[in-house]
């Protein structure tokens, strides 16, 4: 039994004091006495360990920080690694495509230059058969020089004969006057004349026939000789093209003996290149394989940093409630040892409830101030206000209550963890917005980046629903590696905190949301449905000791019959309800919220007294991603049948 359940026991047994002054030294109000410096011993010890606490969280902020940069780094190395190797192996593709195509152009190279050899050889035949022809057109040419030079000879002997045929004729023409003039003796030599005359005149014709036709022969001869002339001048050209043919041929082959031997030198450092290129790569799968097992290792590492961020969070709330209940227990003293000199009639109590002045936990206050639970017990009940479900689960295992209202965040974390504690009904869903400064220009929840954002406890409902509601955003908190900073308060406390800029928001739940915006302090930024799942989250549930319903089922029948008088009283909005809920709250916190505003705030609110399964399961996922649940609920064994 813990230092604080043995101060409760104690007074709980020494209820019936004597006067302060006739008492002995060892009469129970001397040990009040003593114990009223116990309990400042144990404030001081709690201020100092919350002080503690408040350090532990700065470091662990920083050590996460570091830690979280250590990751993005792995991570990042590991990115770019992956990419070197994938950048690599598409190097090593285009290697090897270039070894292939070095390969085809090498035997490409090596057909050309055979072709390129094969070309020069016809090309020097070819240079050899043009010479000839050369030779040949000029000796063609001289001959038809020669005969059209010999035609033109013989046509002038031809012109010659010609003349002399016709002076052959005249002269045998004027014998034939001579033979005419000499009569008798003459006849003969007329005749002779006569015959000459005609010989002279077939020479003539045959003279005129045969230079007709030297005429023609000196046309064919000289248009002969023009396509002589211009085929050996055509020879000429073929020639020099043939002779500047055979220079290129040279040339081709010898850049194709050229590009021959660097093909080969190309494809030797290709192969080399290909073969450390393989090399390469094996180096990367090595290095990828290491970075992958660093990542792996840093995310271990930050893992558990959040794992122990989350204990560290979760021990935060339990002192900020251990403080707080040293102040009760303190002033519980002052008070006992005040009253000490009346005396009070000692009671036996059947059922100690718990419960968080929120207007989400509206049943218990209505049945506190309607006496429902008077009616039910007797008188035989305590009922005890929390700061938050962490708090009122905590007094559960420590048997400080019996049942208590509260979030199904810290039950599961506590079954998880004990399995002395069970849910025997559900009360509501929603009830929960996020709230920024009412000057703030915040007007996305993206733009929370680096920003205060304050919540009532660490752990609860509220710390698991802004978790995943920065998520979503892609934001996170300075424990994973983010800049926003999430701060623990009490809600009692935001007004003058969104007033000195302490906060820039603040997750909470009704009537804090109203209450905020009702003083001007604060806006709504993110309301209670797009917070997650569209409003159908569980925000309470009744959560009993499990050892206390097994030993006390009545007992725990006759609390439901009393809270479900008082959820039927909201579900119908009898008259006096919300004001009734106005005055507690008052009462209670100290804030007032008028019957308009409780009627506002009670919209954000889903009543459902059955207990839902499906977002009970699916809120404990949400809170095992979120890192403050390390195994599944068995739901069987968590809820009261």
């Known amino acids: 039994m813990t230092l604080l359940s043995k101060s409760l026991h104690f007074i709980n047994s020494f209820k019936a004091l004597e006067k302060a002054d006739s008492v002995q030294p060892n009469h129970p109000v001397e040990q009040f006495k003593k114990l009223y410096q116990t309990s400042g011993t144990l404030s001081d010890s709690t201020d100092s360990l919350l002080h503690f606490v408040k350090n532990t969280i700065e470091n662990m902020e920083t050590v996460s920080l570091s830690i979280h940069e250590i990751v993005n780094a792995a991570a990042l190395q590991s990115e770019e690694t992956e990419k070197s190797l994938v950048h690599s192996e598409a190097l090593g593709e285009v290697l090897n495509t270039a070894v292939q195509q070095i390969q085809h152009v090498e035997t490409a190279t090596v057909q050309s230059l055979h072709a390129a050899e094969t070309g020069k050889s016809t090309v020097d035949l070819l240079a050899q058969q043009s010479i000839h022809n050369k030779e040949i057109s000029n000796k063609l040419h001289t001959t038809m020089k020669d005969l059209e030079h010999k035609t033109e000879v013989i046509s002038k002997a031809m012109e010659s004969i010609f003349q002399v045929s016709q002076s052959i004729q005249m002269l045998s023409l004027n014998a034939s006057i001579e033979a005419a003039h000499a009569g008798e003796q003459g006849k003969g030599f007329a005749v002779v004349a006569q015959e ?52 290129q041929f040279d040339s081709i082959h010898l850049n194709l003996s050229h590009i021959t031997e660097h093909s080969a030198e190309a494809s030797q450092l290709l192969h080399t290149a290909s073969h450390r290129k393989d090399l390469l790569i094996q180096h990367l799968h090595t290095v990828t394989s290491l970075a992958q097992q660093s990542l ?20 935060a709330g339990s002192t900020q409630d251990l403080q707080s209940i040293s102040q009760d227990l303190r002033a519980g003293v002052v008070e006992i ?48 206000a ?72 660490y752990g609860n409902g509220q ?22 900073r999430i701060i623990q308060a009490k809600p009692s406390a935001l007004i003058s905190m969104f007033a000195s800029n302490q906060v820039d928001a603040a997750l909470v739940q009704e009537p804090w949301v109203t209450l905020l915006e009702n003083k001007a302090a604060a806006r709504v930024l993110v309301d209670w449905q797009e917070l997650y799942n569209g409003g159908q989250y569980p925000n309470t549930v009744i959560a009993v000791n499990r050892d206390f319903v ?31 809920l106005s005055q507690s709250l ?21 009543w459902n007294s059955t207990t839902d399964l499906s977002t009970l399961r699916g809120f404990a996922q949400l809170i095992k991603q979120e890192g403050f649940l390390n195994k599944d609920i068995d739901f069987d064994l968590l809820l009261v049948k």
């Open 196 to 247: 000459v005359r005609k010989l002279a005149v077939e020479s003539a014709v045959n003279g005129r026939t045969i230079t007709g036709l030297l005429q023609g022969m000196q046309q064919q001869v000289r248009a002969f000789s023009e396509i002589v002339d211009e085929t050996r001048k055509s020879s000429q050209n073929v020639s020099q093209a043939v002779v500047e043919t055979k220079q």
């Open 296 to 315: 792996s290792s840093a995310y271990e590492v930050a893992r558990l940093s959040e794992k122990q961020a989350s204990s560290v969070l979760t021990v």
């Open 337 to 384: 040892i005040g009253d000490a000199a009346s005396e009070t009639k000692q009671t036996t109590q059947q059922i100690r409830i718990g419960f968080i002045p929120n207007l989400t936990h509206a049943p218990a206050l209505l049945a506190i101030h309607h006496q429902l639970f008077e009616q039910q017990f007797d008188g035989q009940f305590e009922t005890r």
């Open 386 to 457: 929390f700061s938050a479900g962490p708090a009122v689960v905590d007094a559960l295992l420590n048997n400080q209550i019996d049942i208590g209202y509260t979030g199904p965040g810290p039950v599961f974390e506590a079954f998880s963890k004990k399995q002395n504690i069970q849910i025997i009904s559900g009360v509501n869903q929603g009830g929960a917005a996020l709230l920024v400064r009412t000057d703030s220009n915040l007007q996305q929840a993206e733009q929370l980046r680096g920003k205060t954002i304050a919540i009532p406890q």
């Open 463 to 484: 710390h698991i629903l802004l978790r995943q509601l920065l998520g979503r955003h892609g934001l996170k908190d300075i424990f994973r590696g983010g800049d926003i």
């Open 550 to 580: 097994h030993n006390h089922p009545q007992t725990v029948s006759r609390f439901l019959q009393a809270h479900n008088a008082s959820m039927l009283s909201i579900s119908e909005k009898r008259p006096g309800t919300y004001h009734t």
């Open 586 to 606: 008052e009462q209670l916190t100290g804030q007032s919220l008028s019957v308009d505003a409780i009627e506002r705030a009670l919209q954000r609110i889903i």
